[in-house]
């Protein structure tokens, strides 16, 4: 079956060490996204990637990294300078269109990050 | 830039009642518009798009949503509400190939 596969589910990590969050897409999309969820906050964009080896910052890069060498996956690390790591992180992907914007992005299951 | 509103944090409605869900959104020209579900812990899940044509959309679950120009508005509906759609429903626009933007969400509670 098609779509997006998050890994760990749960990830607990002691402050101070980097940690890296998978993602894996086999729907063939171009593009892919990194959300972070906190209660209350609905969904800020982290980083996104429209192709491989390009990545753009989202609204809230500022402690986290991406890499996109491959189509099919897009980890994203989370650094020892992010301040409040702990949170639930959000993997989308979704067709790229000619510029029309008219495809809706498919979420993986999400990984819950605690920082301790 | 882009924002949506969605101006109600939590909603209760009991079974069976009637529900609408709010969402404004801010943008210069006509955004695509999404509603999604998350139920706790889990990722999201695509209820119903409007990309043009008519604005009254039908979605998954008994879900539709009508896009009103004139309002800046993109209001979730469903006619009878089961126990099941207890869950946290989020609003989103995009344009071009921008990411989604999505609103803060509402949580939707379900009373017998």
């Known amino acids: 079956d098609g779509g997006i596969t998050q890994s760990p589910k749960y990830l607990f990590r002691k402050e101070g060490q980097n940690v890296t969050l998978s993602c894996e897409q086999n729907l063939n999309h171009d593009a892919m996204y990194w959300y972070r969820q906190d209660p209350g906050q609905g969904l800020r964009l982290i980083y996104y990637?429209?192709?491989?080896?390009?990545?753009q910052k989202g609204d809230i890069a500022e402690g986290y990294s991406v890499s996109r060498e491959k189509k099919e996956s897009f980890p994203l690390t989370v650094t020892s300078a992010q301040k409040n790591p702990t949170a639930f992180y959000l993997c989308a992907s979704s067709l790229r269109t000619g510029g029309l914007g008219d495809t809706e992005a498919f979420f993986g299951q999400g990984t819950r990050l605690t920082v301790v | 830039a882009q924002s949506v509103t969605q101006p109600d944090i939590h909603i209760t409605v009991s079974e069976g009642a009637s529900l609408e869900l709010r969402c404004n959104y801010s943008?210069?020209?006509?955004?695509?518009l999404f509603w999604y579900v998350q139920s706790p812990g889990q990722g999201l899940q695509l209820l119903l798009k409007y990309f043009s044509g008519d604005t009254l959309v039908q979605g998954i679950k008994g879900f539709e949503a009508e896009f009103k120009r004139s309002q800046s508005s993109f209001n979730l509906r469903k006619p009878s509400v089961h126990w099941s759609d207890a869950a946290e429903y989020f609003c989103a626009v995009r344009t071009g190939n921008t990411p989604l933007v999505f609103g803060k969400g509402t949580r939707l509670s379900v009373i017998a």
């Open positions: 943008y210069g020209a006509t955004p695509y």
């Open positions: 990637s429209q192709i491989v080896n390009d990545f």
